[in-house]
């Protein structure tokens, strides 16, 4: 199992502790999704997990979110849709800003 693999399955096992529900990836509407929680037949919750963070690819992770949406509110069932972004800043970044943080106090 790869190291995103697991990060996908860590997500779904938290969504299913805090929901209370299975959460598996599924497809709503014809859109893929990383992790989806069906509460009840009016009620689904849909978490899109990246690594990624560029513009483009939050533009197309929202955009696919509000034409499911709409989709699905004409069927009157509400989406609550969550995004993820994981990611770390590198070392020497973390350090530089520490250090302009410190040096703007000091």
Known sequence: MSNWEE??????????YIWNRPANAD?????????VVKISE???????????????????DIGKIQTIRMAMM?????IRPYNL?????PRNERRRKRKLYRSSFF
């Not at 990060?7 to 299913?16: G, I």
């Not at 497809?27 to 992790?35: E, P």
């Not at 972004?85 to 800043?89: A, D, G, I, M, V």
Request: with cysteine; net charge positive.
């Open 7 to 16: 990060v996908e399955k860590s997500v779904r096992q938290y969504a299913s």
């Open 27 to 35: 497809r709503i509407g014809g859109v893929n999704f990383d992790c």
């Open 42 to 60: 009016i009620e689904i919750i849909a978490i899109e997990i990246t690594k990624n963070r560029t513009l483009e690819k939050i533009r197309e």
């Open 74 to 78: 004409m069927k009157n069932i509400m």
């Open 85 to 89: 972004r994981l990611f770390t800043y």
